[in-house]
Nanobody, 115 residues
Framework: QVQLVDSGGGLVQPGGSLRLSCAASGFTFSRYAMSWYRQAPGEERELVAVISSVGGVTNYADSVKGRFTISRDNAKKMVYLQMNDLKPEDTAVYYC????????WGQGTQVTVSS
């Protein structure tokens, strides 16, 4: 069965960095685009970044362009989100997602940006 396990969140000061990881299993990872979403308290879940199946194409929300980088390692079945110059408004639970017929989500990892 499809499983996504998110990790790497934590508490960081404004201007700091974090790298999120998502470990995938249960499907042919290299054939599917992967996404990171986030959800802040009281807000709807929003798309942060997407990467194509072989990693050649990426897209980002305007709010994170130039600060976040999505990448993947198909051999390890991992997708990453490098987050630099973090801001308090980046505080949210971050989820990776794959559309494998239906949408499958990781359990989420909390990112808190605060001084």
């Amino acid at each position: 069965q499809v499983q996504l396990v998110d990790s790497g969140g934590g508490l960081v000061q404004p201007g700091g960095s974090l790298r999120l990881s998502c470990a995938a299993s249960g499907f042919t990872f290299s054939r599917y685009a992967m996404s990171w979403y986030r959800q802040a308290p009281g807000e709807e879940r929003e798309l942060v970044a997407v990467i194509s199946s072989v990693g050649g194409v990426t897209n980002y929300a305007d709010s994170v362009k130039g600060r976040f980088t999505i990448s993947r390692d198909n051999a390890k079945k991992m997708v990453y989100l490098q987050m630099n110059d973090l801001k308090p408004e980046d505080t949210a639970v971050y989820y990776c997602k794959v559309r494998y017929g239906s949408d499958y989500w990781g359990q989420g990892t909390q990112v808190t940006v605060s001084s």
